[in-house]
T-cell receptor
Framework: QQQVKQSPQSLIVQKGGISIINCAYE??????FPWYQQFPGKGPALLIA?????SEKKEGRFTISFNKSAKQFSLHIMDSQPGDSATYFC??????????????FGKGTKLSVKP | DADVTQTPRNRITKTGKRIMLECSQT?????MYWYRQDPGLGLRLIYY???????NKGEISDGYSVSRQAQAKFSLSLESAIPNQTALYFC??????????????FGEGSRLTVL
């Protein structure tokens, strides 16, 4: 069974702190690792993504760290703000086969940033 | 107007009733998906369609059926709804026809309650 395991399930961080969400995968054929952000009442939206040829990708306050040997990747939110309060999903996909491009999602992390 | 539109946004129905959730998109994408979201379980793939003539089962297709009426329209049916199908349902699209990354674009969801 292809799986992406995400932790923690919920996270409370003070404003200005660092939020860290972790994901681990099993299938070494995965070659695309996005993070999606979902606000209440909305559909998820792509936040940031990485491919395994790099170990880190940064976009503003959001960074993905990728460890290919450990089969793990994580999302770091620097200087967390109350507006970052949302549910975050990691995901993975492979670029071949009958399910080419289909994303396998983690179970999500509900982040609350306290003022 | 939203690029991916789901109707209805909310629906309450009774056990045994037939329900159809509809999705239309104006993005011109070739791929369309139906996901189910349950608290603590993340996003699980029900069905996906790579084009009008290509429909595939996802992780949790039992009890559901789909129809791809046109490139822009993808509907999900519950032939005989049961209470454990109470969930938030999302339609999503992606563009793989031109070698894109497969980013998913989600609708705003359809909340279904089966009594």
């Amino acid at each position: 069974q292809q799986q992406v395991k995400q932790s923690p399930q919920s996270l409370i961080v003070q404003k200005g702190g660092i939020s860290i969400i972790n994901c681990a995968y099993e299938n070494t054929a995965f070659d695309y690792f996005p993070w999606y952000q979902q606000f209440p009442g909305k559909g998820p939206a792509l936040l940031i993504a990485i491919r395994p040829d790099v170990s880190e990708k940064k976009e503003g306050r959001f960074t993905i760290s990728f460890n290919k040997s450990a089969k793990q990747f994580s999302l770091h939110i620097m200087d967390s703000q109350p507006g970052d309060s949302a549910t975050y999903f990691c995901a993975a996909s492979m670029n071949y086969g009958g399910s080419q491009g289909n994303l396998i999602f983690g179970k999500g992390t509900k982040l609350s940033v306290k003022p | 107007d939203a690029d991916v539109t789901q109707t209805p946004r909310n629906r309450i129905t009774k056990t045994g009733k037939r329900i159809m959730l509809e999705c239309s998109q104006t993005k011109g994408h070739d791929r369309m998906y139906w996901y189910r979201q349950d608290p603590g379980l993340g996003l699980r793939l029900i069905y996906y369609s790579f084009d009008v003539k290509d429909i595939n089962k996802g992780e949790i297709s039992d009890g559901y059926s789909v129809s791809r009426q046109a490139q822009a329209k993808f509907s999900l049916s519950l032939e005989s709804a049961i209470p454990n199908q109470t969930a938030l349902y999302f339609c999503a699209t992606s563009d793989f026809s031109r070698g894109r990354t497969g980013e998913l674009f989600f609708g705003e969801g359809s909340r279904l309650t089966v009594l």
